[in-house]
């Protein structure tokens, strides 16, 4: 089965500096997809950004990126120029052929600033 | 695009009682929608798989007759909590996702607060 960690429950930036959320994942799956969603005070997930296993080139939305490192099973989150405006739950998922989401247990952002 | 209304947002009632929460994608047809639930300052806990047409699809552990869901259509799926308890109050969220399959991102409701006295 597959499994998603996030092994950062709560992470804090300065305004305007970087930081990166890490999540891991287990599978024998080679055709998957990832995802960082973002969960705000409002409590409505938010897509930031996805990833296609299949595809080497790291996805960049804006301010946000990964780090996809597909042999070690490794999905990490970079947010450049930290807004007060992240501070969120930041959720780690993991989309294969069961066609459902494996969620993480999520990190908590806060942002200083 | 991309649109996911939920409703209601919140709602409280009295244990014993049915409730419905509807789930409509505004935008673009969801063959598969998705129910969650979420405990405060946990993940989402994928309750089913719901297809249009079809019978919805639960997760092991979930009551199919405490938590009926129906999804008749391309753009709306419900959700009804039967004769709610107590532990039954929570977050539940749920989500869309394009025909197309897995590789389209799921796309979420605001989510309804369900409190029963």
């Known amino acids: 089965a597959q499994t998603v960690t996030q092994s950062q429950p709560e992470m804090s930036v300065q305004e305007a500096e970087t930081v990166t959320l890490s999540c891991t994942y287990d599978?024998?799956?080679?055709?998957?997809?990832l995802f960082w969603y973002k969960q705000p005070p409002s409590r409505q997930m938010i897509l930031v950004i996805r990833?296609?296993?299949?595809?080497?080139q790291n996805a960049t939305e804006n301010r946000f990126s990964v780090n996809f490192q597909k042999a070690a099973k490794s999905f990490s989150l970079k947010i450049s120029d930290s807004q007060l405006g992240d501070a969120a739950m930041y959720f780690c998922?993991?989309?294969?052929?069961?066609?459902?989401?494996?969620f993480g247990t999520g990190t908590l952002l806060a942002v200083q600033p | 695009g991309a649109v996911v209304s939920q409703h209601p947002s919140w709602v409280i009632c009295k244990s014993g009682t049915s409730v419905k929460i509807e789930c409509r994608s505004l935008?673009?047809?969801?063959?598969?929608m998705f129910w969650y639930r979420q405990f405060p300052k946990q993940s989402l806990m994928l309750m089913a798989t719901?297809?249009?047409?079809?019978?919805?699809?639960?997760e092991q552990g979930v009551e199919k007759d405490k938590f009926l869901i129906n999804h008749a259509s391309l753009t709306l799926s419900t959700l009804t909590v039967t004769s709610a308890h107590p532990e039954d109050s929570s977050f539940y969220i749920c989500?869309?996702?394009?025909?197309?399959?897995?590789?389209?991102?799921?796309?979420f409701g605001d989510g309804t607060r369900l409190s029963i006295l």
């Open positions: 990833q296609e296993a299949y595809k080497q």
């Open positions: 998922a993991f989309g294969g052929a069961t066609n459902k989401l494996i």
């Open positions: 989500s869309a996702r394009y025909h197309g399959g897995r590789n389209q991102p799921q796309h």
């Open positions: 719901s297809n249009e047409g079809s019978k919805a699809t639960y």
């Open positions: 599978t024998s799956e080679s055709d998957y997809y």
């Open positions: 935008d673009f047809q969801a063959t598969t």
